[in-house]
């Protein structure tokens, strides 16, 4: 069977295993539930399909499950099997989900050759847009329309062009390729997400609040347990705040984007969490209670604090729920890393932090006005992150202006 992403034949003996296993690669690039379970079949089909246990590898890495060596261990071997093309896709998928820093350049070279490979492609797009740092924009716009021309119809494809679209500052092109994207497959939790983020750069709250509600009306049983629900569910709650309905979108992040309760992983739970706190701070000045969850999520980052992305997140956690304390442990643990740009960066964010918190608005702004552009591109995450930031500035300039 022909992948028809790549136009290359599957190395298979089972053409169920070949659909079991791209029907997979749908579920994983739409954020939807069921691949593992796919994957399963595929291998139960043909336990030595080398292309099925690499996927089955990179879910198990996802997961956080102990039996992920076992996997990559099986999908290296079976490599030797396969044809050179499915070789280099194995290798290229391992590096860049165990070492992505030095795998960088090969990944980048085997993409430029495989403009098909959506599913490393993908990979290689998430992985800049935390860490590509100023220059990320450019990057991930300019890999994935190098693909255009092999891909310019594929919904998972058009969802992470348009994402980049809008990322890069065209926010109206990006909605009409989301809409494309979501016309060709409905039920994709990825793209709603991707939609979601580009009217939050629209500066729509009511379009977003009222495009998710309907989606979920009609997808949320197949949604629940996918990896980006709980984020879209935090969408929802950030337009339902935005509009005023401040009661409703606690309850909704509450119940499904805190710590305690969403299905989103540790970066991600703890942009939501960090995102939703410190604004409503921010507006209110209210502080919130520190739960457990949230406690042990900010731990899980102590030894990442250098990383702008984590800094502002864990600052803001700590602001919000008016640990000061905290905010200036993590203000001095960053000072004790070796000097870099980013770690210079996560402490600026920080130290305004603190000087918000602490009502200091004339040098929260002093080190806020001197955050560039690209810096701010560079702290890592989407276009939220670096709202988030000009939100920070406008309170310590309004704290100015009083």
Request: some cysteine; glycine content about 8%; hydrophobic content about 40%.
């Amino acid at each position: 069977m022909i992948d028809p992403r790549t136009g290359k034949v599957l190395t298979t003996t089972s053409p169920k295993a070949a659909q079991s296993y791209l029907d997979a690669l749908d579920l994983v690039l739409g954020s939807e539930t069921g691949a593992k379970e796919r994957l399963d079949d595929a291998l139960e089909q043909d336990p030595e399909f080398a292309m099925a246990m690499a996927a089955r590898f990179m879910l198990a890495k996802d997961a956080n499950d102990p039996a992920s060596d076992d996997y990559r261990s099986k999908a290296r071997t079976l490599a030797v099997q396969a044809s050179s093309r499915e070789q280099a896709h194995i290798d290229v998928l391992i590096g860049l989900l165990e070492d992505p820093c030095g795998s960088l350049q090969c990944t980048q070279a085997y993409v430029a050759r495989n403009p098909g490979d959506l599913l490393v492609i993908s990979q290689l797009c998430g992985y800049l847009i935390f860490y590509g740092g100023p220059l990320k924009l450019t990057r991930v716009l300019d890999i994935l329309k190098a693909s255009e021309a092999t891909l310019a119809d594929d919904w998972a494809f058009l969802a992470r062009l348009g994402f980049a679209v809008s990322e890069a500052g065209d926010p109206a092109r990006g909605r009409t390729i989301q809409e494309r994207a979501l016309e060709l497959r409905p039920q994709a939790l990825y793209t709603i997400h991707g939609y979601a983020h580009v009217l939050h750069d629209l500066g729509v709250p009511e379009e977003s609040a009222s495009l998710i509600d309907n989606w979920l009306e009609s997808n949320q049983a197949s949604a629940r347990g996918g990896s980006l629900y709980g984020h879209l569910q935090w969408h929802l709650a950030l337009a339902e705040w935005q509009l005023g309905r401040r009661d409703e979108a606690w309850e909704r992040y509450r119940r499904y984007s805190a710590p305690e309760t969403t299905t989103c992983g540790p970066v991600l739970t703890l942009a939501d969490c960090g995102g939703f706190l410190l604004r409503d701070y921010l507006r209110t000045g209210d502080t919130a209670p520190r739960t457990s969850a949230v406690t042990d999520l900010v731990a899980r980052f102590s030894g990442m604090l250098a990383h702008p992305f984590i800094a502002l997140h864990v600052g803001g956690i700590h602001a919000a729920t008016g640990d000061l304390a905290e905010l200036d442990r993590s203000e001095s643990l960053i000072r004790e890393r070796d000097a870099s740009d980013d770690r210079d960066l996560a402490l600026q964010l920080v130290a305004a932090i603190g000087h918000l918190a602490r009502s200091d608005y004339r040098q929260a702004a002093h080190v806020l006005g001197r955050i560039t552009p690209a810096q701010r591109i560079g702290v890592g995450g989407s276009h939220v992150e670096r709202m988030l930031i000009d939100l920070l500035e406008a309170k310590a300039l309004e704290g100015l202006a009083e």
